[in-house]
């Protein structure tokens, strides 16, 4: 299993680290479990004579039968005959042995760096995460740090929490048994520290102790098996050959399967291969799926974590829970360094720098990134390092690659590669990988780009490998990075690198253009304009932080950092300038401010921030309906509002000038223009804001994207049934996680009354509709009673 904080390190204990490698547990005692006068001659009991033959017994209640402190010793009562002690015995010690198996391998949380010998205890270093129940059918492609900056203001307090060791426990209401879950977040925000605690926590008795086992597998071993046949015993005793002396299939016995990272999955998920016999062998794919959709051992609970991209890869009738985990909110990022760091002083210092620098502290939403942070942070303040602390992004990467280029966990290892050598060569498995949309590799990849396994090992803050061995079927090594981002950067200064010293402009030979025609690249400059345009090409922003890095390691702070790894680099002769002039051209012509973000960003990466200054000036006059904007400075105004400290509560009143006659754009212009921010806040307040139909028009596309939005307020508008029927519309998305619709006084008659019950019987979110003071008569009443009597509809409040 991976640590989602360090995303891909093995975990480490007892002195070792455990990449799945388990020693022969220990062989049962059959002696401690009877006396010798019980070893030929069976205990009787009342009822039941020995006849030499023993059927399987039926198992025991796990509430009546056992405590929680029994619960891997079975106890048979009066009225059986014990003609198999031994087995029972052997089963019992089995159980144990791989409780105990199960602790030892979860109780350490590896982030990256710990030396051997000196892990973390995860009870010691775990930080709550918000996990909250969401729908099967939202699925988000965009590039997950872009995710992670427009929504890391989401009021996660008001959702309802779920805890990981609650994840099969049904919310209050909720009166279905959930069989199979599916986790879904984004990369590095903690999907499998929590099924780790899950685990801990069943193993050390203390919660969930009405599961017999637990099974924790990782897709990215299991795609090693993608070409063997076997039955399900068989699979389980590759990974846990305790289970040779177990019944883990019998009657009564509640069994829990883990399967994490389905974003990594390579094998074929056909759910229409159908298989029911336990005993009857198959391909490791077609076992997963039947397990999964319950044809396979249909007691059995599975928990599946998966990247969101990757979640529909399960069919969604084959999933009984959605859930979601969203990180840290900003209590939670502190409470992390604090709990991380020993000395509070330097943790505070820490918190200082990060809140300093209000794109970094974004990040921070992301566990893995408040180890990266901690990481560099805590070694330049505590050793006084010169250079300065990172204030961007770039920055933070380039000390993180310089502090692990230095760890080498094999202290005696002798030197075959020089440091240059082997960081272009994980660049170049970086940028190759980031172009396929790998995560992980295995050794054949490696290979390609001329790494030896060995080599990579030792490099293991940047390239880790988790590798089973003897395992009887397989033996198969696999290799990823610590964290996407760690590729990101790598790809980049792979890119850079390659051009500045070979003159290689590998862009342009990996990346297809949908351009006729290319130009060629001579400066530096050259190569940001492809690198901008390759990303801007992008559907789903999948080179957003790769252009991010590329264009701020071409800053002479980032050469100087650099010189001490790659004694090669030579300063670059870069025009910002140019770069900076191409880039606000490049914001003018896009049409879509959201899209423009990622352009801001790497405007900060280069230092620039004279757009975000200009705008912060204006908002700050107030009154943007009277001032006159260029397309580029109202990319800026929504950068600037999107990264502010607070997104919760959007009010279009604060951006309207109060003298009407001043105004150069309606209310529903403004409105349009700020669009990306109200779908990125959870409350919209546009009471008495002169709305009409074509601000709902907006409003409506708001409501069937992938937006916050829970509470709309358009009180005193006078918007019509023009208005609501466009709202409507938008309301019918499945998308749509409307709550809370106020419409008072907005000249609503009946037909527009038939809009709203059409939406009502197809939006499941909506809780409150107040619809005071508008124009209804008894037909608009009919129809919306009609639907309140419809067991679909949710509404609990009609004004």
């Given at each position: 299993?991976?640590?989602?904080?360090?995303?891909?390190?093995?975990?480490?204990?007892?002195?070792?680290?455990?990449?799945?490698?388990?020693?022969?547990?220990?062989?049962?005692?059959?002696?401690?479990?009877?006396?010798?006068?019980?070893?030929?001659?069976?205990?009787?009991?009342?009822?039941?004579?020995?006849?030499?033959?023993?059927?399987?017994?039926?198992?025991?209640?796990?509430?009546?039968?056992?405590?929680?402190?029994?619960?891997?010793?079975?106890?048979?009562?009066?009225g059986h005959t014990d003609h198999g002690f031994s087995r029972d015995?052997?089963?019992?010690?089995?159980?144990?042995?791989?409780?105990?198996?199960?602790?030892?391998?979860?109780?350490?949380?590896?982030?990256?760096?710990?030396?051997?010998?000196?892990?973390?205890?995860?009870?010691?270093?775990?930080?709550?995460?918000?996990?909250?129940?969401?729908?099967?059918?939202?699925?988000?492609?965009?590039?997950?740090?872009?995710?992670?900056?427009?929504?890391?203001?989401?009021?996660?307090?008001?959702?309802?929490?779920?805890?990981?060791?609650?994840?099969?426990?049904?919310?209050?209401?909720?009166?279905?048994?959930?069989?199979?879950?599916?986790?879904?977040?984004?990369?590095?925000?903690?999907?499998?520290?929590?099924?780790?605690?899950?685990?801990?926590?069943?193993?050390?008795?203390?919660?969930?102790?009405?599961?017999?086992?637990?099974?924790?597998?990782?897709?990215?071993?299991?795609?090693?098996?993608?070409?063997?046949?076997l039955s399900l015993s068989d699979l389980l005793q590759v990974f846990?050959?305790?289970?040779?002396?177990?019944?883990?299939?019998?009657?009564?016995?509640?069994?829990?399967?883990?399967?994490?990272?389905?974003?990594?999955?390579?094998?074929?998920?056909?759910?229409?291969?159908?298989?029911?016999?336990?005993?009857?062998?198959?391909?490791?794919?077609?076992?997963?799926?039947?397990?999964?959709?319950?044809?396979?051992?249909?007691?059995?609970?599975?928990?599946?974590?998966?990247?969101?991209?990757?979640?529909?890869?399960?069919?969604?009738?084959?999933?009984?829970?959605?859930?979601?985990?969203?990180?840290?909110?900003?209590?939670?990022?502190?409470?992390?360094?604090?709990?991380?760091?020993?000395?509070?002083?330097?943790?505070?210092?820490?918190?200082?720098?990060?809140?300093?620098?209000?794109?970094?502290?974004?990040?921070?939403?992301?566990?893995?990134?408040?180890?990266?942070?901690?990481?560099?942070?805590?070694?330049?303040?505590?050793?006084?390092?010169?250079?300065?602390?990172?204030?961007?992004?770039?920055?933070?990467?380039?000390?993180?690659?310089?502090?692990?280029?230095?760890?080498?966990?094999?202290?005696?290892?002798?030197?075959?590669?020089?440091?240059?050598?082997?960081?272009?060569?994980?660049?170049?498995?970086?940028?190759?990988?980031?172009?396929?949309?790998?995560?992980?590799?295995?050794?054949?990849?490696?290979?390609?780009?001329?790494?030896?396994?060995?080599?990579?090992?030792?490099?293991?803050?940047?390239?880790?490998?988790?590798?089973?061995?003897?395992?009887?079927?397989?033996?198969?090594?696999?290799?990823?990075?610590?964290?996407?981002?760690?590729?990101?950067?790598?790809?980049?200064?792979?890119?850079?690198?390659?051009?500045?010293?070979?003159?290689?402009?590998?862009?342009?030979?990996?990346?297809?253009?949908?351009?006729?025609?290319?130009?060629?690249?001579?400066?530096?400059?050259?190569?940001?304009?492809?690198?901008?345009?390759?990303?801007?090409?992008?559907?789903?922003?999948?080179?957003?932080?790769?252009?991010?890095?590329?264009?701020?390691?071409?800053?002479?702070?980032?050469?100087?950092?650099?010189?001490?790894?790659?004694?090669?680099?030579?300063?670059?002769?870069?025009?910002?300038?140019?770069?900076?002039?191409?880039?606000?051209?490049?914001?003018?012509?896009?049409?879509?401010?959201?899209?423009?973000?990622?352009?801001?960003?790497?405007?900060?990466?280069?230092?620039?921030?004279?757009?975000?200054?200009?705008?912060?000036?204006?908002?700050?006059?107030?009154?943007?309906?009277?001032?006159?904007?260029?397309?580029?400075?109202?990319?800026?105004?929504?950068?600037?509002?999107?990264?502010?400290?607070?997104?919760?509560?959007?009010?279009?009143?604060?951006?309207?000038?109060?003298?009407?006659?001043?105004?150069?754009?309606?209310?529903?212009?403004?409105?349009?223009?700020?669009?990306?921010?109200?779908?990125?806040?959870?409350?919209?307040?546009?009471?008495?804001?002169?709305?009409?139909?074509?601000?709902?028009?907006?409003?409506?596309?708001?409501?069937?994207?992938?937006?916050?939005?829970?509470?709309?307020?358009?009180?005193?508008?006078?918007?019509?049934?023009?208005?609501?029927?466009?709202?409507?519309?938008?309301?019918?998305?499945?998308?749509?996680?409307?709550?809370?619709?106020?419409?008072?006084?907005?000249?609503?008659?009946?037909?527009?009354?038939?809009?709203?019950?059409?939406?009502?019987?197809?939006?499941?979110?909506?809780?409150?509709?107040?619809?005071?003071?508008?124009?209804?008569?008894?037909?608009?009443?009919?129809?919306?009673?009609?639907?309140?009597?419809?067991?679909?509809?949710?509404?609990?409040?009609?004004?």
């Open positions: 299993m991976k640590s989602d904080w360090s995303m891909d390190h093995p975990i480490k204990f007892s002195g070792h680290t455990d990449p799945g490698i388990r020693p022969d547990p220990p062989e049962p005692s059959c002696v401690s479990m009877k006396s010798d006068q019980s070893m030929d001659h069976p205990i009787k009991f009342s009822g039941h004579t020995d006849h030499g033959f023993r059927p399987d017994p039926p198992e025991p209640s796990c509430v009546s039968m056992k405590s929680d402190r029994s619960m891997d010793c079975p106890i048979k009562f009066s015995a052997q089963h019992a010690e089995a159980v144990k042995t791989f409780r105990s198996n199960v602790r030892k391998k979860f109780e350490c949380l590896c982030e990256g760096t710990a030396k051997q010998g000196s892990p973390t205890l995860l009870n010691e270093i775990y930080t709550e995460l918000y996990i909250t129940e969401s729908d099967c059918g939202e699925i988000n492609n965009e590039h997950e740090v872009r995710q992670i900056e427009t929504q890391s203001r989401r009021a996660v307090t008001e959702d309802t929490q779920i805890k990981c060791t609650d994840i099969f426990r049904p919310l209050p209401g909720q009166d279905k048994p959930i069989r199979t879950v599916l986790t879904k977040g984004v990369a590095g925000i903690g999907k499998t520290v929590s099924v780790q605690k899950f685990i801990l926590d069943w193993a050390e008795e203390k919660e969930n102790q009405d599961i017999q086992l637990i099974f924790p597998l990782a897709f990215r071993e299991l795609n090693l098996m993608k070409d063997k046949t846990f050959p305790e289970t040779k002396e177990m019944k883990p299939f019998s009657d009564g016995y509640k069994v829990v399967f883990v399967f994490d990272g389905l974003d990594e999955c390579r094998l074929s998920l056909d759910f229409n291969v159908k298989l029911c016999n336990i005993s009857e062998s198959a391909s490791v794919d077609v076992l997963l799926t039947n397990l999964i959709a319950g044809n396979l051992l249909p007691s059995a609970l599975i928990w599946i974590t998966s990247r969101p991209a990757a979640a529909d890869l399960v069919p969604s009738e084959c999933v009984h829970r959605v859930t979601e985990v969203r990180g840290f909110n900003e209590p939670q990022k502190e409470e992390y360094f604090r709990r991380r760091i020993r000395d509070q002083s330097l943790a505070d210092k820490i918190i200082s720098h990060l809140k300093s620098s209000r794109s970094l502290f974004i990040m921070c939403h992301i566990p893995v990134f408040c180890w990266i942070s901690a990481t560099v942070l805590e070694k330049i303040l505590s050793e006084a390092e010169s250079g300065g602390l990172p204030k961007t992004l770039t920055q933070m990467y380039t000390h993180f690659l310089i502090i692990q280029s230095n760890i080498k966990h094999e202290k005696d290892y002798k030197k075959k590669v020089k440091d240059e050598d082997m960081i272009l060569k994980l660049g170049t498995l970086a940028f190759q990988q980031l172009v396929k949309g790998n995560l992980i590799f295995y050794e054949e990849d490696l290979r390609e780009c001329g790494i030896d396994e060995t080599e990579a090992s030792v490099y293991s803050g940047l390239c880790t490998q988790i590798f089973r061995e003897e395992l009887g079927l397989y033996q198969g090594k696999v290799f990823c990075f610590v964290h996407l981002s760690i590729q990101e950067h790598l790809a980049a200064l792979y890119v850079l690198l390659s051009f500045l010293l070979d003159k290689r402009d590998v862009l342009n030979e990996n990346l297809t253009s949908k351009h006729a025609h290319e130009f060629t690249c001579h400066t530096i400059s050259d190569l940001h304009q492809r690198a901008v345009d390759k990303a801007l090409q992008s559907r789903n922003g999948h080179l957003d932080l790769f252009l991010r890095f590329l264009l701020g390691l071409s800053r002479e702070s980032n050469q100087m950092l650099l010189k001490t790894l790659l004694t090669d680099v030579r300063n670059i002769s870069l025009s910002k300038r140019k770069t900076v002039e191409y880039i606000k051209t490049r914001i003018r012509m896009n049409p879509s401010p959201e899209k423009s973000l990622n352009l801001f960003h790497c405007l900060n990466e280069l230092g620039d921030h004279s757009l975000v200054n200009e705008i912060q000036e204006c908002l700050r006059s107030g009154g943007l309906s009277s001032t006159r904007l260029s397309s580029s400075q109202w990319s800026a105004v929504v950068f600037v509002l999107l990264t502010s400290e607070s997104l919760d509560e959007f009010q279009l009143e604060k951006y309207m000038s109060n003298n009407q006659d001043q105004n150069l754009m309606t209310p529903d212009e403004l409105l349009q223009k700020l669009l990306p921010v109200v779908k990125a806040s959870r409350s919209a307040q546009l009471e008495r804001c002169n709305i009409t139909a074509e601000g709902c028009a907006a409003l409506a596309s708001a409501l069937r994207s992938n937006s916050h939005l829970r509470e709309l307020e358009l009180t005193g508008n006078k918007i019509g049934d023009e208005g609501v029927t466009l709202l409507s519309d938008g309301l019918k998305d499945p998308h749509c996680k409307l709550e809370t619709l106020r419409l008072r006084s907005c000249n609503i008659t009946d037909e527009g009354c038939a809009a709203l019950a059409s939406a009502l019987r197809s939006n499941s979110h909506l809780r409150e509709l107040d619809l005071t003071d508008n124009i209804i008569g008894d037909k608009g009443v009919t129809l919306l009673s009609d639907e309140l009597k419809d067991p679909h509809c949710k509404l609990e409040t009609l004004g």
